[in-house]
Structures are given as structure tokens and as C-alpha cells.
């Protein structure tokens, strides 16, 4: 292999190349001409002594040796847009970006109190968010297109690049003139014919739910799965079933007595635990320690504890 390393004008063409599939793709989306890529590319193989790329037809499809050396570039890349984005900060007291991705419940009920708290502390960071299932964003955590993740904890626990924040419990609610408001507890002789309300699927939470019933040895009806926490309320407002949701989702309708919060079976509670995930090649910034810590004190008063 050569002695003469790739630059970083020639790793971003190549990225742009594998992204695009295409030379003429990949000059216009850096602006740049088409024989420059084609430059590029083929002082990249020459330096590294291996053909990255083929033609398929009209496509260009990567080889053996070009996917491993994307691999690489996407973390070298990634790892300094990072030192750009501290560098800038430092030279620009508290300027910044941070990109996080979280669930809609915390999109809704923890992130507003969470940035205005962070803010106050970095009043020039721009913040940008992406709603959406934990397992789904922490794979876009592991690509680097997000900084950091909230969300609850796998089924297997990510041992690095993760940090418990806080717990909380599931709660069953019912409109005040279901039977089980009367008596304050649910009844687990009905839950076969009960009508439950629980949230997507193939999240954790509908994972949690799923292993409690299990544990009871209780296989109830079909349950109703909505994808929006507003819509499991108003469900269970006018008794089209027995909605489960997390005991600080619904605070204010217990509160004004549109519904009543029944605790899990005895001896069988759902809790859950949320975490901070970024992505273990790195640790956290400045920046991010800062959101980490906010959002682990707000979500634990947000829980009760």
C-alpha cells in the first residue's frame, strides 16, 4: 500500500459516492464537478493500493474493501464534526448543537421543561429533536446522525454509552364510574375479558406490558394499540377500555378527576427505566453532560421520586 494517505476532501467524496451511487449524484450534492469525483476516486484507490468501487449497469456499488473503508469513514467523519461543533463552542461561548432523539411521551411531557432548564445554561445551543421509538433512534445514534437518545432501556442493556436516568410505573386508568375506581383496585378475575389500551408495537413499553400479563399467567382479549399516549386517555375517558400508561402522562386528568390511576397488580408493578444513550466511541461533550444531568432531575421529579 502507498505511503500517501487519503484526505478528507477525498473520504467525503467517497461517502458521498457510496451514498448517492453515483458520480454524477455525488458531484452535485457537494458541489463539485463530476471528473473531480472521478479524480478523487481514483487517487483514493491509487493511495490505498485497492479498487472501492465497481460499476453494476448504471449504478456504482461498492467493493469488499470499499465497504470496510466506509465503515471507517463515516466515524472519522462523524468524529470530526464533533471536535468542530466543541471547537466552535469554545471559541463561541456556549454555541453549540446537540441532536436528540427521544419518544414522544418525553417530546411531550420531559423535553419542554428539560431545554428551557438547558438553555439558561447554553442560551445560544440549537437544539434539534427526532421523536420515535428507542430502538429505532439509538440505530441512528449508532450511524452518528443523533448526538444523544432518551428512551428506555433495551431488553439487553446497553452496557457502554448509556447512563440510568430515572425509574417510573405503568398505572392502569379507568373513567371515575368504571367498577374498579369504586374500589381502588383492579380486579385481576376480569382481565381476560377486559378490554386493555396499550401502546405500539414492537416498543418497549408493549414489551412490558406483554411480560406482566405472562408473569400473572392471565391471557387477556386483543387489546386495543393506539400510537399516541392522547388518544389511550381520551380511549379510556368514555370507557372503551382500560387504558396503561405511565402515572405521570396522565397527572393533570387525575387531577381534574377525568379519570382515576389504578396501581399494576400487587407484587406485579411495571416499571420501567429510562436511560441516556450516546454513542460509546466518544464521550460525552460539555454540551451533553449538561442535558444529561437536566434531564435526569426532571424526569425523576416528573416520576415522583
Not at 439509538?138 to 448526538?147: G, K, M, P
Request: glycine share 8%; charged share 30%; hydrophobic share 40%.
Amino acid at each position: 500500500m502507498s505511503e500517501v494517505l487519503p484526505d478528507l476532501r477525498q473520504l467525503r467524496a467517497f461517502v458521498a459516492v457510496a451514498d448517492e451511487g453515483s458520480f454524477t449524484l455525488a458531484a452535485k450534492k457537494l458541489f463539485l464537478t463530476q471528473s473531480a469525483i472521478s479524480h478523487s476516486m481514483r487517487a483514493l484507490e491509487d493511495s490505498l493500493g485497492c479498487r472501492l468501487l465497481s460499476r453494476l449497469g448504471k449504478k456504482t456499488v461498492l467493493t469488499e474493501e470499499g465497504a470496510v473503508l466506509l465503515r471507517r469513514c463515516r466515524s472519522i467523519l462523524a468524529e470530526l464534526e464533533q471536535v468542530g461543533r466543541e471547537l466552535d463552542g469554545l471559541k463561541r461561548w456556549g454555541q453549540s448543537r446537540i441532536r436528540i432523539g427521544a419518544p414522544h411521551s418525553l417530546c411531550q411531557f420531559l423535553l419542554p421543561t428539560v431545554l428551557r432548564e438547558f438553555r439558561d445554561c447554553f442560551p445560544r445551543c440549537e437544539p434539534s429533536i427526532e421523536a420515535g421509538d428507542t430502538d429505532a433512534l439509538l440505530e441512528r445514534l449508532d450511524d452518528h446522525e443523533l448526538d444523544v437518545v432518551l428512551g428506555l432501556q433495551p431488553s439487553v442493556p446497553r452496557e457502554k454509552g448509556a447512563r440510568a436516568l430515572f425509574r417510573d410505573r405503568m398505572t392502569f386508568v379507568v373513567p371515575p364510574v368504571h367498577p374498579w375506581a369504586e374500589t381502588g383496585v383492579p380486579d385481576t378475575n376480569d382481565f381476560e375479558h377486559t378490554q386493555f389500551i396499550i401502546y405500539a408495537r414492537a416498543t418497549g413499553t408493549h414489551r412490558l406490558v406483554e411480560n406482566h400479563f405472562a408473569e400473572l399467567g392471565i391471557r387477556p382479549k386483543a387489546p386495543l394499540v393506539l400510537g399516541d399516549m392522547e388518544a389511550i386517555k381520551e380511549m379510556s375517558k368514555i370507557g372503551i377500555g382500560v387504558g396503561i400508561v405511565a402515572d405521570w402522562v396522565v397527572k393533570r386528568e387525575v387531577d381534574e378527576g377525568t379519570l382515576v390511576a389504578l396501581p399494576a397488580s400487587e407484587g406485579h408493578e411495571i416499571e420501567r427505566e429510562w436511560a441516556i444513550f450516546w454513542n460509546d466511541e466518544r464521550p460525552l461533550s460539555l454540551v451533553e453532560e449538561t442535558f444529561a444531568g437536566i434531564s435526569g432531575m426532571v424526569g425523576e421529579a416528573l416520576a415522583g421520586k
